[in-house]
Every structure is written in C-alpha cells, then in structure tokens.
T-cell receptor, first 114, second 114 residues
Framework: NAGVTQTPKFQVLKTGQSMTLQCAQD?????MSWYRQDPGMGLRLIHY???????DQGEVPNGYNVSRSTTEDFPLRLLSAAPSQTSVYFC?????????????FGSGTRLTVV | AQSVAQPEDQVNVAEGNPLTVKCTYS??????LFWYVQYPNRGLQFLLK??????LVKGSYGFEAEFNKSQTSFHLKKPSALVSDSALYFC????????????FGTGTRLLVSP
C-alpha cells in the first residue's frame, strides 16, 4: 500500500542510548519531514528534506540528526537520548513545491526515554 | 514568524448539531492553509486545504472550512456532527511561496456526544 511507513511503533530507551527511527515512503515525494507531538504543543518540526542529499533544521533540531541518501528514506537519529525526547514522532511527506494533496503522515513512533 | 492559533483545547457538541473548530493564522504573504484530523493512536489525516480561489473549501467526511483573509481565520465547520467525528483536529499553515515548512496549531479535541 502506498504511504509512509514508520518503524518501530514503540520504543523504550535508557538515557544516553542512541537509536534510529525509520521512515520510508513509496510515493516518490521529494519533501520529507520529521515532527514531534507533545501534549498541548501540537506538532513541532525537527528536520526536513526537499530531496536526496538535502536536509535542513526545523524548529527543534537539537539532539537529532537526519540524512537523505535516497528519495524514499529519511531516518531520524537520536544521538544520546534524554527524557525530554519522550514524545510521539511523526514522519510526513509530500510533493514539492506545492503539496496539492496535503502531507501524508506515517502512523507514528511512540518513544519513551527513562 | 509563522504561527497558528487554535483557541479552544476542546469543543463539545451534540450529535446532529453543527460544529465549528476555530483557527487563526499569522503568515507573511498569501497563506496555504490545511486541516488535519488525528484519531487515537493514528497519524494525521488530511481533511482539506485552501490554496487560492473560493473562500469556502469542502473536504473529506462532510467537513468544510471558511477562509477569511481580513480576520486571518480558517475555521473548520460541519453542518451536522457525528459521534465518529470525535477526534483531535489540527490547523496548519505555510507561506504560499517558496518553501514548505508547515506550522501546526496546538490542536482542538472535538467531542461529539450521542
């Protein structure tokens, strides 16, 4: 099925551990992005990419790295997990430059850092 | 800087009654505006968008939204609410030229009672 696939769905990390959240889309979307969702704060942009080899920071990039080696994949790396990174993470993609159909979101990764 | 405000954390409405979920935005230039819906433990789903043209935009599941440039508002409406409409609704905006950094509001929980 066409769409955005995120793995894992759930993850518990210890403080200081690192991990990669995976995001893959099969719609040939140029634009991909990562958001975190926290209660009362809506969705905040972490990093985004407008094509392979091109990434940039969003609103809350600290503690996260991204890369875009292919059009399909946009992994998010947590370098040294902190309790403040406990959140639900969403990957979203769209065509570029105009998202005629809106963004397509993955189903999310619920991350808990203890 | 772009911003989106959803002044109500929760909206309660009885089934069959009309509903309105409010959204105001601050975007330089012409805005692109979106509504998304999130059901429990799911990603966001695109409902509708305003890019240009008619100020009344129709979307999925019988929802519509009215763009008001003078009031910088983009309220979501439905003539007759269903219990199944109960969900979290997000308004989002981006500047209508160049680049696709989408800014979200904090979300409004809609509760439709039988």
């Amino acid at each position: 099925n066409a769409g955005v696939t995120q793995t894992p769905k759930f993850q518990v990390l210890k403080t200081g551990q690192s991990m990669t959240l995976q995001c893959a889309q099969d719609m040939n979307h140029e634009y991909m992005s990562w958001y975190r969702q926290d209660p009362g704060m809506g969705l905040r942009l972490i990093h985004y990419s407008v094509g392979a080899g091109i990434t940039d920071q969003g609103e809350v990039p600290n503690g996260y790295n991204v890369s875009r080696s292919t059009t399909e994949d946009f992994p998010l790396r947590l370098l040294s997990a902190a309790p403040s990174q406990t959140s639900v993470y969403f990957c979203a993609s769209s065509y570029f430059p105009v998202p005629s159909g809106g963004y397509t979101f993955g189903s999310g990764t619920r991350l808990t850092v203890v | 800087a772009q911003s989106v405000a959803q002044p109500e954390d929760q909206v309660n409405v009885a089934e069959g009654n009309p509903l309105t979920v409010k959204c105001t935005y601050s975007v330089s230039g012409n805005p692109y505006l979106f509504w998304y819906v999130q059901y429990p433990n799911r990603g966001l789903q695109f409902l509708l968008k305003y890019i240009t043209g008619d100020n009344l935009v129709k979307g999925s599941y019988g929802f519509e939204a009215e763009f008001n440039k003078s009031q910088t508002s983009f309220h979501l409406k439905k003539p007759s609410a269903l219990v199944s409409d109960s969900a979290l609704y997000f308004c989002a905006a981006q500047e209508g030229t160049g680049f696709q950094k989408l800014v979200f509001g904090t979300g409004t929980r809609l509760l439709v009672s039988p």
